[in-house]
């Protein structure tokens, strides 16, 4: 369990506030965010950096609801950002640009302009080809533009292979053999000036040696750079650090940080800035998707629960085959009978569940929570078979706050336009 989402006697709460209560007030499905939790998780951070030269670029992309990002913003941090549409978010949310980080592979003419006019802190290149573009649009603006390379340094972060990135067949970075001559190139351009070395090796790691080895990598590119006569101010590890799902034991920030800056002590670059871009550690405990059971249906070899959410708001199960907890909002009294159900939305398609095989004591119009659905949760969300994207709301002790209001059927066509009669 957790202490932000648990049982009061049968009823499960976030926070102060009856799960139940919030499914009455603003309908299913629906998610839910504690802000303690947000909290907490921004401390696991905050606190072993305290008195260092670092900086928490929140991976914005793991969840950008506003009122989200305020709250980080508030406590201090930065943001990464893979887009115009999260610059445009994070400054409305209140990101100072300073501490904003540009990663992506395809940043566009208008996305370069839109981060140069806003200030950011820098550009994390990930090819020659977006080098040459961002040095020449930065030029035109009569601008320098901060940049750091996002270097592939060739490790396996042991993770799912859709969310494994530092590898050298991945499609991100620059391959770290190839780094020094790209930094050579990279200084002799008139619209950059060279900052810091980046990478991101992956998503959801449960262990701490490819960051150990990444980092190993990337200080021997700095003593190659030194050598170069190239000095960057900081250092960005990326994000990546793993939650629990089901019974993965995660490495807590403190952990991480502690041999990060042995690392940089032992090599000489105590004096560096550490940036790191956490997403998932930040928020995916924060958050649960709140959905009512529809129907019960039992077939000869198998039990479906279909519930009102689907694979168009909680993608991971269908994409990743990602294995996320189910909670009875309501536990069951003593005596019903429990069955081993597969949890399914409406939509049709048979990759549409979010859930298989969990024993489950269930009656029709229960409610069920799906565990850490606070990261790569709504983001991911859509409106296939024209289905609203549901609400968010963010719980604070036993203040509730609708922080998004579900979708009306209406605007989901709003926009679209008829051919002349
Ligand atoms: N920085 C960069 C450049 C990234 O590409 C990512 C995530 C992050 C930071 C944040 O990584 P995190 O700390 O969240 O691992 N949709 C997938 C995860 C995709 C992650 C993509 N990059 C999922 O639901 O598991």
């Known amino acids: 369990g957790s202490p932000f989402f648990h049982y009061d006697g049968s009823q499960l709460m976030v926070e102060a506030v009856p799960v139940a209560q919030l499914a009455e007030r603003f309908g299913t499905p629906l998610y ?5 939790a947000l909290k907490a998780a ?4 905050a606190q072993p950096l305290t008195g260092r030269n670092a900086l928490v670029c929140f991976g914005m992309k793991a969840n950008s609801n506003l009122a989200v990002l305020q709250q980080f913003a508030q406590w201090g941090s930065g943001f990464d950002i893979v887009s115009g549409g999260e610059l445009a978010r994070a400054l409305k949310a209140g990101a100072r640009p300073e501490t904003i980080v540009f990663s992506g592979v395809g940043k566009q003419d208008w996305e370069i302009r839109a981060a140069l006019d806003a200030g950011v802190k820098c550009f994390n290149v990930e090819s020659t080809d977006e080098l040459e573009r961002i040095s020449s649009i930065a030029s035109g603006l009569g601008r320098i533009a901060p940049v750091s390379l996002r ?15 530092g590898l050298k067949d991945n499609k991100f970075g620059i391959a770290i053999d190839i780094a020094p001559q790209v930094y050579q190139r990279a200084a002799t351009l008139p ?3 060279i900052v810091g070395v980046d990478c991101h090796i992956g998503s959801q790691i449960t262990q701490i040696s490819p960051y150990l080895d990444a980092l190993e990598r990337l200080l021997n590119l700095l003593d190659t750079l030194a050598g170069m006569g190239i000095t960057v101010h900081h250092l960005d590890i990326g994000g990546g650090l793993g939650i629990r799902y089901q019974d993965e034991t995660p490495i807590a920030p403190a952990t991480l940080l502690d041999n990060v800056f042995a690392a940089l002590q032992e090599r000489g670059y105590g004096q560096l800035q550490l940036v790191m871009e956490p997403g998932r550690s930040l928020v995916g405990n924060a958050g649960i998707l709140v959905t009512r059971v529809q ?7 198998k039990n479906f629960a279909i519930v009102d959410a689907a694979m168009n708001d909680l993608l991971r199960p269908t994409l990743y085959d990602a294995w996320h907890g189910v909670l009875q909002v309501n536990q069951p009294s003593d005596g019903t009978s429990a069955l081993v159900y597969d949890v ?3 939509i049709c398609e048979s990759g549409d569940w979010l859930a298989r095989d969990r024993t489950l004591s269930l009656t029709q119009n229960d409610l069920l929570a ?3 659905a606070g990261a790569y949760g709504f983001v991911m969300s859509g409106q296939y078979n024209t289905r609203p994207r549901s609400a968010e709301v963010m719980v604070d002790g036993d203040q509730v706050h609708l922080i998004r209001p579900r979708e009306t ?8 336009r008829m051919l002349p009669a």
């Open 344 to 346: 399914v939305g409406p």
């Open 42 to 45: 921004w401390e696991s951070y």
């Open 32 to 36: 839910v965010y504690s802000r303690a």
């Open 151 to 165: 270097v592939n340094p060739d490790v396996d972060a042991q993770t799912h292979p859709y969310i494994s990135t």
């Open 409 to 416: 059927v209406e605007e989901l066509f709003a926009s679209e």
């Open 370 to 372: 799906i565990e850490s």
């Open 295 to 301: 129907y019960l249906k039992h077939h000869e070899s």
């Open 191 to 193: 619209g950059i000036s």
